[in-house]
């Protein structure tokens, strides 16, 4: 089948990164070590091994340094060249080298679907992939080419899910699924509603989402229409409740079971375990 045309990624490194504290009082999650990257440069490798080329990065104040990673360092790069240390020089220029990448910062910390509209002018009117920086997802083919996939076969909203414990459901936006979406044995489900972070009790059922989608233009006129009212829970404006909206108005949205090897690396315990795969060699990079 013919590509739809995802060549546009969006990747929103915002928030405190609580959660790490205090190792991010003054250096950004993003940035914090995975191996020897930082992991916004896993998640911008895992877009441009997707084939898409053309990234913007959506980040908040203080975060700056993001930018700085990705652009060009002449005055190490000519260290590096003058005493001879071609590995360590493509290393450096390998994070400018990987996309055309673009840079906005969100002016207040609003939440992700506010994050998400800060991309209009940059996406225009196409569909485009968004990864968020807390999951990192090693295999082949990429987590992010998994839910293109799905979109290229079925034409709709696509959003990465893995199976949680039912205790864990209260971390994430859980998925409320309508069946699988052809023959496609469950690893696609059609969508028929959308909850962020229920009570275990309450949660309609134990599909995490994970990060990784593939969302068509109508996002935008979803986000106008919830930022239009009172924040959601946590007092931001959730792309869970927007997504929600896209539901309700008949948009078909659909959900993809996504393999690879996964790392919650917003979680102190997730960003050790996936720097012990790296220490081990199981991981690339």
Known sequence: MASRGIGKAVIVAGGFGTRLLPATKAVPKEMLPVGRAPAIQHVVAEAAAAGMKNILIVYSRGKEVIADHFDAAPELEQHLEEKGRSDLLTEV????????????????????????????GFIGDEPFALLLPDELFFGSPPCIAQVVAAYERYGGTSIA?????AAEVDRYGIIDPAGPAGNTGGSVVGIRGLVEKPAPEAAPSTMAIVGRYVLTPSIFTAVDAITAQAPGRGGEFQLTDALQHLVEAGEPVYGVAVTGTRFDVGTFAGWLAANQAAAAGKLPG
């Open 161 to 165: 899910y893995r199976e949680v414990a």
């Open 93 to 120: 220029r390998r994070p400018a080298r990987m996309a055309s990448l673009h840079f906005i910062r969100q002016p207040q910390p609003l939440g992700l679907a506010h994050a998400v509209a800060m991309a209009r």
